[in-house]
């Protein structure tokens, strides 16, 4: 049932289900009480905005100590930057917003150079939000997109999960209505479909929004990575989510990693020894 306001008063519909695709604030996951589980705090803040000038063909990404910023190519020209703060530091980084993403950027100083010869085309834009998985569906609703699950923006994933999200939640709903199996059947397995798919990126997302240097163990995967195209391209498919963090991070993919990495450096390591 969904009751709608208008000039003329109040209407009534029924439908057999209704589904939330009304973002994080979602009033649809307020009305039915939807759990949240796996919430994790802000992590990061960050302010992005658009430039003109910059030109680039690729997804740029910088990473230092406690600070992140990134490019990316968009239209009409123009270049969206984004930097982004340990949340702990957001009173901080909003005292002056310009003053402090510019800043940011002097730690790659040639890019930050590229930027000063660029003109920017938009205010700054910014903020910080929480995650959560919420329980997705009940009787005679369904959450999806980031009504049902939210991550830090960090993987820029959100638009792409919620499409999946819908695909797979229509799916789910034609069975039930369609094709005479139960609701909470075919909703059940969608459920653990959609958190078994998202979790790895989920806890991916979340460890590279606390901006923190990554483990020793992961440094040395990323330095032999490093040099590895095919590890390389692979690395950003995960960030793309074309590729699961669960089968980039087996035990497997690591394994054949590093042997690349000592096949590579053994011939060079013979000769100077020489």
């Known amino acids: 049932m969904v009751t709608r306001s208008s000039c003329r008063g109040e209407r009534e519909d029924r439908a057999r289900i209704v589904i939330g695709a009304d973002g994080r604030n979602s009033l649809v996951a307020k009305v039915v009480h939807a759990l949240n589980y796996n919430t994790k705090p802000r992590l990061q803040y960050s302010y992005y905005t658009y430039f003109s000038g910059l030109p ?27 930097a982004g703060w340990p949340y702990a530091e ?5 005292a002056d917003v310009e003053g402090n993403f510019l800043q940011t950027l002097e730690l790659a100083p040639d890019f930050a150079a590229r930027v000063a010869k660029a003109k920017r085309e938009a205010p700054f834009l910014g903020g910080a939000i929480p995650s959560w998985f919420r329980m997705p569906y009940g009787a005679g609703w369904a959450l999806v997109g980031d009504a049902g699950y939210n991550k830090d923006p960090i993987t820029a994933q959100g638009i792409t999960d919620a499409f999946l999200d819908a695909e797979r939640c229509t799916d789910a709903v034609h069975r039930w209505l369609g094709g005479g199996h139960q609701f909470d059947e075919v909703m059940s397995a969608w459920h653990q479909q959609r958190d078994a798919k998202d979790m790895p990126i989920y806890e991916f997302t979340a460890q590279l929004a606390t901006l923190e240097l990554p483990p020793p163990e992961m440094q040395q995967l990323l330095a032999a990575v490093h040099g590895n195209q095919q590890a390389m391209n692979a690395f950003v498919s995960v960030i793309s989510g074309a590729v699961s963090p669960a089968d980039y991070f087996s035990e497997e993919n690591v394994g054949s990693i590093f042997a690349a990495s000592a096949a590579a450096a053994g011939p060079a390591l013979a000769s100077s020894d020489r």
């Open 56 to 82: 680039t063909d690729q997804f740029e990404t910088f990473v230092r100590p406690d600070r992140g910023f990134a490019c990316a190519p968009t239209n009409d020209g123009q270049t969206m930057v984004v």
């Open 90 to 94: 957001a009173q901080a980084y909003k």
